[in-house]
């Protein structure tokens, strides 16, 4: 499984060189011009690079028309499609209006498309419904996954419910491939609530990459990944794109946080 690594732009050097797997956002190329032609190097020197819709952090997605003109210009290796949070119905309309779009303009990029629903149930339908779409080459699975499911329950930590939430999708999905004989696209995880997940999703042979701030948030806290996981619940504030770390023991913490995650993809 191939992990991307989420951190400010002052430390992309730092820190996003240590994978050759990136997940960019659209909305802070025009903030931060280094930003966009760090990546566009990166995909120069051949790495691989997914451009999000920015729907995390803006809370809508970018518009299409903004997204592949920024693709294009780029020439990234895939790129997401917009959707609405929650909503799998919304996001489908969406998507076909971005297929339909990206046609026109005679777009060859791969097309990712993400997961939405209110319910477990909603999440699995609509999941199986992008696995049959020919135009959308890879899926992702959120880890906001805040429903209630059989996975989840009992557990009082709100990490650990997102954390199992997705591994019992990841199970449900995987069960249905097995009965049915289907073929599963390439997956990516979207975010981590708790890196210890990875432990158990690199074992799935079409879940493909997972990208997270994780490394970089919890160690520019001091706070470092065990074995069994972080040492708390998540930090759930955004990251900010514009900061950096002010003394070495973050640094550290950083790059064993990296490590970490690193192990626990590692076959």
């Known amino acids: 499984m191939k992990l991307g690594i989420i951190c400010p732009v002052k430390h992309l050097q730092d820190f996003a060189t240590q994978s050759d797997f990136h997940l960019i956002l659209p909305h802070l190329y025009n903030e931060f011009p280094e930003y966009k032609e760090f990546y566009r190097e990166r995909i120069k020197q051949g790495d691989f690079v997914l451009q999000d819709n920015s729907i995390f952090e803006a809370g809508t997605s970018l518009d299409c028309h903004y997204l592949l003109e920024q693709a294009e210009d780029l020439g990234v290796s895939e790129m997401a499609a917009p959707?609405?949070?929650?909503?799998a119905d919304?996001?489908?309309?969406?998507?076909?209006?971005?297929?339909?779009?990206r046609e026109t303009m005679g777009s060859k990029i791969p097309v990712f498309a993400t997961v939405q629903g209110k319910t477990f149930q909603d999440m699995?339908?609509?999941?199986f419904?992008?696995?049959?779409?020919?135009?959308?080459?890879?899926i992702g699975i959120p880890s906001d996954t805040d429903y209630v499911s059989s996975y989840s329950y009992g557990y009082l930590s709100p990490t650990l419910k997102k954390v199992f939430n997705r591994l019992g999708l990841v199970q449900e999905i995987e069960k249905t491939r097995l009965i049915g004989?289907?073929?599963i696209k390439p997956v990516h995880l979207l975010g981590l609530g708790d890196g210890v997940e990875l432990q158990r999703q690199k074992y799935i042979s079409w879940i493909r990459s997972c990208d997270s701030?994780?490394?970089?948030?919890?160690?520019?806290e001091g706070i470092c990944y065990g074995m069994r996981g972080l040492p708390c619940e998540k930090i759930t504030d955004k990251l900010d794109f514009g900061s950096s770390l002010g003394r070495q023991l973050q640094f550290h913490a950083?790059?064993?946080n990296?490590?970490?995650?690193?192990?626990?993809?590692?076959?």
């Open 83 to 87: 959707e609405v949070l929650g909503d």
């Open 90 to 101: 919304e996001s489908k309309k969406l998507l076909v209006k971005f297929l339909d779009y």
């Open 124 to 127: 699995l339908d609509y999941f």
């Open 129 to 138: 419904e992008l696995n049959g779409i020919d135009e959308v080459s890879t």
């Open 181 to 183: 004989n289907i073929e």
């Open 213 to 220: 701030s994780t490394a970089y948030v919890h160690g520019a």
């Open 254 to 256: 950083v790059h064993y």
């Open 258 to 267: 990296i490590q970490m995650l690193k192990q626990f993809v590692k076959m």
